[in-house]
């Protein structure tokens, strides 16, 4: 935490602010350790306070190495705390505050000029340290397991919420907290809708079938998408697998540092534009994921930021065919010093479960 702290305050200077005040859970966790629900890190030049109610004392003084336990109650605010330190200049996550809380703060912090972050809190979590890595790893492992385990109950006459409560109980069992995101299960031609999550619709004989789900483990998520046929796949069925593979491998291959986000999304998207698709892949190839399942880098067309060793990021290159059905293969992929490591261990080849 102290490393963490330290890259905080290198925010201050650069910005040149007196403190900066963080309350995006994702970023509160990260700076400090803490994982209850309430409360503000508050990092100055001296001081690194974490300030919450009655109800948080405990759990962070244990889980808040390095900072400073401050209480705030009906009498005492988180703005008295911060007058009481006389900053001119203080920094805020811009994108999290509310304009209520912009408005509460403007009135109550008469000395303080309010300055936005601009996002450098989460520029700082792009590149994991080990133990993030670890956790990761460990939630794209439970992931798997899971994939493998839905492989052998579904079955016709299942729904597709069905197959959706089968891995969250099944992740859940192996040690997941919860899960990244509502887990998308698109059956038959549902399957063409990218965020198609669970309905009941009931699964049949010949529907293609995509899973894009993942699990928090220790705070931290993983992400995967698979695409397989229940019974044997037909001919435009297995050409689109085909080609979404293709673009997924060759994008894959060219993760290294130094490659931006922008160029690996044209690699795989020339792949499905030269196959006659290219109108029918019309999301970006991928994004980073940490303690949140979508965070920075870009993996699309805004992404200008050069890949570096310990970045976490996706490639889920797809195909989508209204009234017909869709293909999404997606790894979850570490930046490595001389090129990548894939998280994802399930099999990519196409799945035609025998029923």
Known sequence: MNNKINNSRM?????ELDGLLLYKPENRRYISGFT???GYVLITEKDAKFITDFRYIQQASAECEGFEIVKIDNQKTITDVINDLHLEKLGVEEDFMTFGQYTNFCNK????????????????????????????????SIADDAFNHILKVVKPGMTEQDVALELEFFMKRR???GLSFESIVASGTRSSLPHGVASNKVIERGDMITLDFGCIYEGYCSDMTRTF????????????????LKAQKTALE?????ITGEELDKISR???SDKGYGEYFGHGLGHGVGLEVHEL???????KAEMQPGMIITIEPGIYIPHFGGVRIEDLVLVTDNGYKVLSKSTKDLIELEI
């Open 297 to 303: 880098p870009h993996v699309n067309a805004r992404g």
């Open 11 to 15: 925010i201050l200077k650069e910005k």
């Open 36 to 38: 209850g629900t309430t």
């Open 175 to 177: 040690g997941a907290s």
């Open 109 to 140: 912090l008469k000395e303080t000029e309010i300055i936005p972050l601009d996002g450098m809190i989460t520029n700082l979590r792009c590149i994991k340290f080990d133990y993030e890595v670890k956790y990761i790893e460990k939630a794209a």
């Open 254 to 258: 060219s993760v290294k540092p130094g």
């Open 270 to 272: 020339q792949i499905i």
């Open 229 to 244: 046929v229940l019974g044997k796949a037909n001919d435009k069925q297995k050409q689109i697998y085909n080609t979404v």
